[in-house]
């Protein structure tokens, strides 16, 4: 089965084409096209994502990702099509929302063939709302256009499958030929999902059936990562500057902390997290001590990312702990864009051989950790195994994974 998979929910427009073959249990997937445009510089003005400017971005740069990909995938065949009225008609009404997009669109798909895939998946939530729509209205004036079913995708299953895949070959996932599997795969399966708006530890116990362990209360962890970030003067996104710096002064032999953050919610009892307290921790930390001319300084701006990384470290690693040995968890698994930190991934690594050998640890590599298209077909092709297609998709920034029990 092939798989055009579409991904807006935040600030990465991405579009990829996956071959898909094997049955839920095991699986394998050639990526045959990949084409991703990060929207960072541009929102790095605004110290984090502004909802319409995604939109708007979004909007221009679908149709330019759309051909990449295809085009990447040897599916972009230049053919003059003569759309139907009716489907013109009730295109031009799907899109009437999304400026800009509905020109670029008629102008594409008038001239190539339809494309050599069997459906097309899109992110329905969670996420930005606004972004969401454009990739919703996208999909589905390609699916009428090109008379393809639809599945809607929920994103944060998209991190968990991205999480369960492994490499088969090849060396990076920008490239085409890069094949993944999804395969010996044991229930129940722990997933610790870190990223920029959501922070929760869910189980699937049987296959693609979730449940929520526990979840944050306030913040999201790459939220506080942001956060902090901009306190201490570091450009959009923060958690690679933050892992950056730590890193650095980790590399200092000898080296001693100046600073205690506290570790929020660590001894609850519970598996749900707080971040809110430790983020306005380092406010406070920061008002007490006086800037210089220069700012907060290189020094100072280290030993705290490097305090604040491992607080959070810390508080991921107990209560993650706490739910493997609470559910019994076979495997765990880490996604989100805060799984592509090092330090976390490397003291899961150790923690999972040294206290729970007999737990297999899944992380993805960096580029499936953050926002991608290929994360969104792999969800994709389980639901469209499953036959789960659907005429209409309504976008739901909230949208959640699992149930509380
Ligand atoms: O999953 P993602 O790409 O988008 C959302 O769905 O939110 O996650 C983005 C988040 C941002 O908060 C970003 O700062 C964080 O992931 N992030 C990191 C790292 N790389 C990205 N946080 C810590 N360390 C990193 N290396
Ligand atoms: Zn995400």
Request: hydrophobic share 45%; with cysteine; glycine share 6%.
């Amino acid at each position: 089965m092939r798989i055009l998979a579409i991904e807006t929910s935040c600030d990465e427009t991405a579009i990829a084409i996956l071959e898909c073959t094997g049955d839920e249990k095991s699986a394998k997937f050639n990526v045959l096209g990949n084409a991703l445009l990060s929207q960072i510089e541009i929102h790095k003005e605004y110290g984090g994502v502004f909802p319409a400017l995604a939109k708007r971005e979004h909007a221009k740069n679908l149709v330019p990702i759309l051909e990449a990909a295809m085009e990447e995938a040897e599916l972009l065949h230049e053919d003059t099509q003569a759309i139907p009225e009716k489907i013109s008609a009730t295109v031009s009404e799907i899109l009437a929302r999304e400026p800009g997009l509905s020109e670029s669109f008629f102008e594409f798909v008038s001239e190539c063939e339809p494309p050599d895939i069997d459906a097309i998946a899109v992110t329905a939530g969670p996420g930005l709302e606004p972004a969401l729509w454009v990739g919703i209205n996208f999909a589905k004036a390609l699916s009428l256009v090109w008379d393809r079913p639809l599945v809607a995708v929920n994103h944060m299953e998209g991190h968990v499958l991205a999480a369960l895949a492994r490499k088969y070959k090849g060396e990076s996932i920008r490239y085409k030929g890069e094949i993944l599997e999804i395969c010996d795969v044991k229930l129940p399966v722990l997933a610790l999902l870190i990223s920029g708006g959501h922070t929760e530890l869910v189980l699937m116990k049987e296959w693609l059936e979730y449940e929520l362990v526990g979840q944050t209360r306030d913040d999201a962890v790459g939220e506080a990562f942001d956060k902090v970030a901009r306190m201490l003067e570091l450009p959009y996104p923060g958690g690679p500057e933050i892992s950056r710096l730590a890193e650095e002064m980790r590399e200092l032999r000898g080296f001693t902390s100046k600073f205690t953050l506290p570790r929020p919610m660590i001894d609850s009892g519970t598996c749900d997290f707080s971040f809110a307290g430790l983020k306005t921790a380092v406010l406070y930390l920061l008002k007490n001590e006086p800037t210089s001319a220069q700012g907060y300084g290189e020094a100072r701006k280290k030993h705290i990312a490097h305090e604040f990384e491992n607080a959070v470290t810390d508080v991921l690693w107990k209560k993650t702990a706490q739910a493997l040995e609470e559910t019994g968890a076979q495997m765990l698994v880490i996604g989100g864009g805060v799984s592509a930190n090092t330090h976390i991934r490397r003291v899961f690594k150790e923690k999972i051989a040294s206290d729970f050998p007999n737990c297999s640890l899944r992380i993805p590599t960096s580029s499936l950790s953050t926002d991608n298209a290929i994360m969104i077909a792999l969800a994709g092709f389980y639901r469209a195994s499953r036959k789960e297609f659907v005429k209409d998709i309504i976008a739901d920034g909230n949208l959640s994974l699992a149930k509380k029990l």
